[in-house]
């Protein structure tokens, strides 16, 4: 896979932003990032409050955090989908000032295309790319391949199980072969066994291509089992806590994630601190309804 990822990354030519003088550092580099939405009636949320984080290329990061704490907001900010407030966001050395079309994006109800067939859909997004016929072509059926999807390709979505189309919509960012893809909750609604599944996919994919990954998840063991590091959100307004790394060596094995050297600290790091924000949250309910 290096071949496929190598020219399509140079080639990208990114409007004349400012520069970042450290740019070769971190694919993504967030700067005291505030978000604040504002209501009709001039009444206003605080999504997301003085943020900063640095994302080197090709690390695999997860972000865990209550409802509402800024997650989603945090991924569709370096899409480029929503201004920040103050602060900046850089990717590579340009800062995110429009729609980011170098980041791969699965939003939280993602879905496919129903008017398109599995294969169409997950060849979608090349359409904006320069890639001859033959290359779209073969990206497409090695990752349709990769997912264990071979042999659907001319289903249509409504033809498929909720864990086919999940699939199917990550390797629909993955063939559009960024450089970084963003995935919020993407296996959220699925069950237990279709989860380990994809996360084990997940993983076999990115051992391969080494995209750098950001991936929200409200799940700590996905949140550990997955990263090289933990960025741990507070609640409202939603702040970095921590970022835990995780020590644990690759590639891992899902399946007995449990028992790998490094999982059990990670994980109770990451509870403990999640502890306290849930003690958190309850003490600040019942001290409004009271
Ligand atoms: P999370 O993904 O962590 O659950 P979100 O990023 O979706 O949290 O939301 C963070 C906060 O910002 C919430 O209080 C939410 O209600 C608020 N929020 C998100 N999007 C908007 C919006 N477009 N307008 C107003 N408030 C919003
Ligand atoms: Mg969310």
Same mark, same amino acid.
């Given at each position: 896979?290096?071949?496929?990822?190598?020219?399509? $990354?140079?080639?990208?030519?990114?409007?004349?932003?400012?520069?970042?003088?450290?740019?070769?550092?971190?694919?993504?580099?967030?700067?005291?990032?505030?978000?604040?939405? $504002?209501?009709?009636?001039?009444?206003?949320?605080?999504?997301?409050?003085?943020?900063?984080?640095?994302?080197?290329?090709?690390?695999?990061?997860?972000?865990?955090?209550?409802?509402?704490?800024?997650?989603?907001?945090?991924?569709?900010?370096?899409?480029?989908?929503?201004?920040?407030?103050?602060?900046?966001?850089?990717?590579?050395?340009?800062?995110?000032?429009?729609?980011?079309?170098?980041?791969?994006?699965?939003?939280?109800?993602?879905?496919?295309?129903?008017?398109?067939?599995?294969?169409?859909?997950?060849?979608?997004?090349?359409?904006?790319?320069?890639?001859?016929?033959?290359?779209?072509?073969?990206?497409?059926?090695?990752?349709?391949?990769?997912?264990?999807?071979?042999?659907?390709?001319?289903?249509?979505?409504?033809?498929?199980?909720?864990?086919?189309?999940?699939?199917?919509?990550?390797? $629909?960012?993955?063939?559009?072969?960024?450089?970084?893809?963003?995935?919020?909750?993407?296996?959220?609604?699925?069950?237990?066994?279709?989860?380990?599944?994809?996360?084990?996919?997940?993983?076999?994919?990115?051992?391969?291509?080494?995209?750098?990954?950001?991936?929200?998840?409200?799940?700590?063991?996905?949140?550990?089992?997955?990263?090289?590091?933990?960025?741990?959100?507070?609640?409202?307004?939603? $702040?970095?806590?921590?970022?835990?790394?995780?020590?644990?060596?690759?590639?891992?094995?899902?399946?007995?994630?449990?028992?790998?050297?490094?999982?059990?600290?990670?994980?109770?790091?990451?509870?403990?601190?999640?502890?306290?924000?849930?003690?958190?949250?309850?003490?600040?309910?019942?001290?409004?309804?009271?």
């Amino acid at each position: 896979m290096r071949e496929l990822n190598s020219t399509s $990354r140079q080639a990208t030519a990114l409007p004349p932003y400012a520069t970042h003088p450290r740019a070769a550092d971190a694919v993504i580099r967030i700067e005291h990032v505030t978000k604040v939405f $504002r209501g009709r009636n001039h009444d206003t949320v605080t999504a997301l409050e003085g943020v900063s984080l640095s994302v080197p290329y090709g690390e695999f990061v997860t972000v865990v955090g209550p409802s509402g704490c800024g997650k989603s907001t945090l991924l569709k900010m370096i899409a480029g989908l929503v201004p920040v407030s103050s602060g900046r966001i850089w990717y590579q050395d340009r800062e995110v000032c429009e729609l980011n079309t170098h980041v791969g994006y699965v939003p939280q109800e993602s879905k496919l295309f129903p008017w398109l067939t599995l294969e169409e859909n997950v060849a979608f997004g090349l359409e904006f790319r320069s890639f001859s016929r033959a290359e779209k072509a073969r990206r497409v059926h090695y990752l349709i391949g990769l997912a264990g999807l071979t042999g659907f390709e001319q289903h249509y979505p409504a033809q498929l199980s909720g864990g086919m189309s999940k699939r199917a919509s990550i390797i $629909r960012a993955l063939a559009y072969d960024p450089a970084v893809i963003l995935m919020d909750e993407p296996f959220g609604p699925l069950d237990a066994q279709t989860r380990m599944i994809l996360q084990d996919e997940l993983l076999n994919i990115w051992e391969r291509q080494r995209q750098t990954i950001v991936f929200v998840t409200h799940d700590l063991i996905e949140a550990v089992a997955l990263a090289d590091r933990v960025v741990v959100m507070g609640h409202r307004p939603g $702040r970095i806590k921590e970022v835990i790394t995780v020590p644990m060596s690759r590639p891992r094995n899902i399946f007995a994630i449990h028992r790998q050297a490094g999982f059990a600290e990670a994980h109770e790091r990451l509870w403990n601190i999640f502890r306290h924000e849930l003690n958190f949250i309850t003490h600040r309910a019942g001290g409004e309804s009271a």
